[in-house]
């Protein structure tokens, strides 16, 4: 039989490590792949990453002029004359700013009027402009406009079409002359064309071709959005017909910096990184950068259209400034989820972008990201499965959570410290399902195995043998074996008088519920539980496990147990029988022993439990019949605990405990104690009885070290004063401390207390001395019958 334990044994790691490698290769696989579902966990534990970081210092360059509701409703609704728009950009570049960009689009001719320009800027806005260059007189306004583009800094926005379905004939069809980027390609051999590598566009809404045309430089204003609708990187080129055009945030930095060209690093995967002056901007391998939000909206600087067009704004606000010129009038906002805002405004997009360049702020995905990230989780799993496989023990879920915490932790500290962002969720997925299913696939194993063991043994050993056998995956010895355990006794004071007043379903209810509490405190402590007889429990400390600190948990559980007895005695004295239930006083009673309307009678408000307590070498084992075995225990310091028990109550005390208890030795933070010096225990009686040489110390045990009363601490010291009288044979100088100490005895509805006990004693052996007279007395009262 022990050759068929260990074979389940080891087929079930061998089972184990096939499943947690399984598993770790299924995670590596998804990882690879991601499925949208866990794109979408993954991204939503980067926007906490990115909401939770500190923000870094910005610069104050990027600003925002607003076409807000305050604007049009002063300066008339969208879209504005050309002549409006084309003061407003004068005003901007007259203020001193490095460049605007428009995150507007202007893709249909003017329908007002003509006007003269000098004229209506004089009669409707009540400022005189000087517009050197500018033709006089009667004029186009697209072409007004046109000629303020074609002389200033400025960037065109317009849009790219993905969507080939979905394509407006009505601006389609219109020519397009936004102009090209002028890109240098450092390309890496084996790299393909710029054109194969960044993300292409079908179509274009472009300007108007007058406008267009005028622009030096144009930039789309699309921004990319993730599978779940959020907008956390953009690209900074995208490729229509074969040709590179810059974002709207990229060329107007570019116009700002004066720079006509950017440098692009491409490699056979995809491109590494844009540079534009001295700045390299990291982004994915189709040219997208990472955005670094600032945090919600108005993170930079608005300023009204009509503030700047009525010279409120001027050089203080725009000198040096890389302007975004956008809309926030109800019906004309752009509006963006971002990992900050469900509602942010696109034209920050922009300013974001510019920020970060300028800042050099930047969130990585360096090459060498993947490759972490995979090995993290193929170590996870193998690590994970390796203490699965191991342990046996649920206290394993401890350094599983701890392998996830640092993980999620040392991600945290690379995606602030690093500004890298490094996902823990596969690393996350492969410890939760190897530990889910490790986890079942054990305790399905092992119930199987433990079923196959009760249905073979159970017959003639104990069920909790089995589990032993079971735990400890060995087959036990049967027979007996002696150990050095503690037995443990306890019984019910004057059970017999429970029995008369209650009926059979009522004393049941009492025992259940009395015995249910005691049993719990016994398991508690790695207590065995031998058997109940009736009332009383019999159980041990130290068998069939090895329990090094028996003696001391026999001490724990006694007090543990007359204190919940305590307790109980307070509960059942509250209780009150339910008014639509039958009387419970069956046998009537008289209200002195049952008070009407309580739930149960007096004498069982009154319980108390006597516990007998002894340590020493006890055989163990399964003993019984052929047919039937149970794992008990016997010896003498088993009758030795049965004597203590019963005998208590010849001293009006509740719990008995011996000296060879009380001077076992246990380890406390590393130094050894014996036991009476972590209890309170008072010595009662040093007593031989009848066929044995040795005498045994019976101590009262009271409470576990520091947890007397100022009485208690009265009476044991009054009491052990008294014993030194007693034994020095100063037979009226003890009477006197004994009858002083009885007014601090921790029972007084007892027949008689350990005072009343040597005061009758010590008037006895004033008529008849123990020993004759001068000799020395050891103490030792010798009982002349059982």
């Not at 906002?333 to 405004?345: E, I, Q, W």
Request: charged share 25%; with cysteine; proline share 5%.
């Amino acid at each position: 039989m022990l050759g068929i334990l260990k074979k389940i044994t080891g087929s079930d790691s061998f089972f184990l490590v096939i499943t947690g490698l399984a598993v770790s290769i299924l995670v590596a696989a998804l990882y690879i792949f991601q499925p949208p579902i866990l794109q979408f966990v993954d991204y939503k534990i980067y926007d906490q990453y990115m909401s939770s970081s500190p923000v870094g210092q910005k610069t104050n360059i990027p600003v925002i002029v607003d076409i807000d509701d305050e604007s049009l409703a002063e300066l008339g609704q969208w879209p504005w004359p050309r002549y409006r728009m084309a003061l407003l950009l004068a005003k901007i570049q007259q203020a001193g700013a490095l460049s605007t960009g428009l995150d507007i689009l202007i893709g249909e001719p003017d329908r007002t009027s003509p006007y003269t320009i000098r004229d209506s800027l004089r009669d409707e806005l009540g400022v005189t402009v000087d517009f050197k260059g500018l033709p006089q007189g009667l004029m186009d306004n697209d072409k007004v406009l046109a000629d303020i583009l074609r002389q200033g800094r400025y960037v065109l926005g317009f849009y790219f079409d993905f969507m080939e379905n979905q394509k407006d004939p009505s601006v389609h069809d219109q020519p397009c002359f936004v102009k090209p980027v002028s890109i240098a390609q450092i390309r890496a051999k084996g790299s393909p064309a710029l054109k194969d590598l960044t993300l292409n566009a079908l179509d274009a809404i472009c300007p108007l071709p007058v406008l267009a045309k005028a622009s030096p430089l144009c930039g789309f204003y699309n921004t990319i959005t993730d599978y779940d609708g959020v907008v956390r990187r953009v690209p900074l080129i995208i490729t229509l017909n074969g040709k590179q055009y810059p974002s709207l945030a990229l060329a107007t930095l570019m116009k700002a910096m004066g720079r006509k060209n950017i440098l692009v690093k491409t490699s056979p995967i995809g491109i590494e990184s844009i540079r534009i002056g001295k700045t390299t901007i990291p982004v994915d391998a189709k040219g997208q950068m990472l955005i670094r939000y600032r945090g919600g909206m108005a993170e930079f600087p608005y300023y009204s259209a009509k503030d700047i067009l009525s010279g409120k704004i001027g050089e203080n606000e725009l000198k040096d400034k890389v302007v975004f010129m956008g809309t926030s009038a109800a019906g004309l906002r752009d509006l963006r989820v971002t990992p900050f805002a469900s509602d942010y405004p696109g034209v920050e997009v922009h300013a974001t972008i510019v920020d970060n360049i300028l800042t050099k702020d930047f969130i990585l995905k360096p090459d060498w990201v993947p490759g972490l990230e995979l090995m993290l989780v193929l170590a996870a799993g193998i690590v994970s499965m390796i203490l699965l496989t191991w342990s046996r023990s649920l206290w394993i879920i401890l350094p599983i959570a701890a392998m996830g915490a640092a993980i999620v932790y040392g991600s945290i500290q690379i995606f602030r410290t690093y500004d890298a962002y490094l996902t823990p969720m596969y690393s996350l997925i492969v410890l939760g399902l190897n530990f889910t299913m490790l986890t079942l696939i054990k305790f399905w194993r092992e119930e199987g195995q433990k079923k196959f063991l009760q249905a073979t043994f159970s017959s003639y050993l104990a069920p909790e043998l089995i589990d032993e056998m079971f735990s400890n995956r060995e087959m036990p010895e049967l027979g007996g074996e002696a150990r050095q355990i503690t037995a443990y006794f306890t019984d019910i004071q004057s059970f017999s008088s429970f029995s008369e007043k209650l009926t059979a379903p009522q004393l049941v209810e009492l025992l259940n519920e009395y015995l249910s509490v005691m049993t719990d405190i016994l398991i508690e402590e790695k207590g065995t539980l031998d058997k109940y007889e009736g009332d009383a429990i019999i159980a041990f400390f130290g068998a069939p496990m090895d329990v090094p600190d028996h003696a001391l948990r026999a001490c724990r559980v006694a007090v543990k147990m007359q204190q919940a007895g305590l307790e109980l005695r307070d509960k059942w004295a509250k209780e009150v029988q339910l008014p639509d239930k039958p009387d419970r006083n069956t046998k009537n009673f008289p209200e002195e022993q049952w008070s009407k309307g309580e739930k149960w009678p007096k004498v069982v408000h009154n319980m108390r439990t006597r516990i007998g307590v002894n340590s020493g070498e006890i055989v163990v084992g399964n003993m019984g019949s052929s047919m039937r075995m149970n794992y008990t225990m016997m010896g003498d310091a088993v009758n030795l605990a049965a004597r203590l028990e019963e005998g208590a109550k010849q001293f009006g005390i509740f719990t008995a405990v011996s000296h060879f208890t009380l001077d076992q030795e246990v380890e406390v933070d590393g130094e050894p104690h014996k036991i009476i010096d972590l209890v309170e225990a008072r010595l009662i009686d040093n007593i031989q009885v009848v066929g044995k040489d040795e005498p045994v110390r019976i101590y009262e045990l009271v409470a576990m070290k520091g947890g007397l009363t100022e009485n208690e601490e009265i009476l044991f010291d009054l009491f052990a004063k008294a014993r030194e009288e007693y034994v020095a044979q100063n037979w009226d100088k003890a009477i006197e401390i004994y009858t002083e100490a009885n007014k601090y005895e921790r029972y007084d509805d007892t027949k008689h207390t350990p005072c009343d006990v040597f005061i009758k004693r010590a008037e006895e052996h004033k008529l008849n001395p123990p020993v004759p007279e001068g000799e020395i007395w050891d103490g030792v009262y010798r009982m002349t019958k059982k």
